[in-house]
């Protein structure tokens, strides 16, 4: 029972290189979405997706680009590598977009940018 | 605009004592307010949540968390803590304004047990 699996766990980029953070779920969950942790400033949304083909923008969405070609599969890529994008990234899923759902986490992708 | 506010950045209490973690909210309407527990390396899980109806709500964990309008807070409670509750506790509110399932979070208040 693998929920929501993110990769990788912990990637060092230089600045200006692009990566994609990997995020699939195994629930058959409509609602995807990508969230970053910083200290002292809790979780940030940064995109979200309500189904396959539809995806819209958080809280802090530069610097990252998403798609939802498949309802597992919610890659996080980021398209030229800043320092202020060190964080911690979280991937969540829930059965539906319906606000109140349950959501679920995965255990997160520590990312640095040297 | 949505807010949640944990006044609290660390905590610490001794095993077996009673515990309060304070979350206020801003919201025009009435909310559906949750609370995450965040392990050491680890994502978040879910306590509990509230939506409407009785208050008081009953979580996993033995953790139970009080929705009061009038002082927009959700306070989390437990009665005597222990070891394992060591962890990272982060109120949100559902971003409602975006008609989707997204959650505006807390700054997190970090619980350290003593022996």
């Known amino acids: 029972n693998a929920g929501v699996t993110q990769t990788p766990k912990f990637q060092v980029l230089k600045t200006g290189q692009s990566m994609t953070l990997q995020c699939a779920q195994d629930m058959n969950h409509e609602y995807m979405s990508w969230y970053r942790q910083d200290p002292g400033m809790g979780l940030r949304l940064i995109h979200y997706s309500v189904g396959a083909g539809i995806t819209d923008q958080g809280e802090v969405p530069n610097g990252y680009n998403v798609s939802r070609s498949t309802t597992e599969d919610f890659p996080l890529r980021l398209l030229s590598a800043a320092p202020s994008q060190t964080s911690v990234y979280f991937c969540?899923?829930?059965?539906?977009?319906?606000?109140?759902?349950?959501?679920?986490f995965g255990e997160g992708s520590w990312l640095t940018v040297v | 605009a949505q807010s949640v506010t944990q006044p609290d950045i660390h905590i610490t209490v001794s095993e077996g004592a009673s515990l309060e973690l304070r979350c206020n909210y801003s919201?025009?309407?009435?909310?559906?307010l949750f609370w995450y527990v965040q392990s050491p390396g680890q994502g978040l899980q879910l306590l509990l949540k509230?939506?409407?109806?009785?208050?008081l709500v009953q979580g996993i964990k033995g953790f139970e968390a009080e929705f009061k309008r009038s002082q927009s807070s959700f306070n989390l409670r437990k009665p005597s803590v222990h070891w394992s509750d060591a962890a990272e506790y982060f109120c949100a509110v559902g971003a409602l304004g975006t008609g989707a399932n997204n959650l505006f979070f807390g700054t997190g208040t970090r619980l350290t047990v003593i022996p």
């Open positions: 919201y025009g309407a009435t909310p559906y």
């Open positions: 509230y939506f409407s109806g009785d208050t």
């Open positions: 969540a899923s829930s059965v539906s977009g319906t606000p109140g759902n349950t959501i679920y």
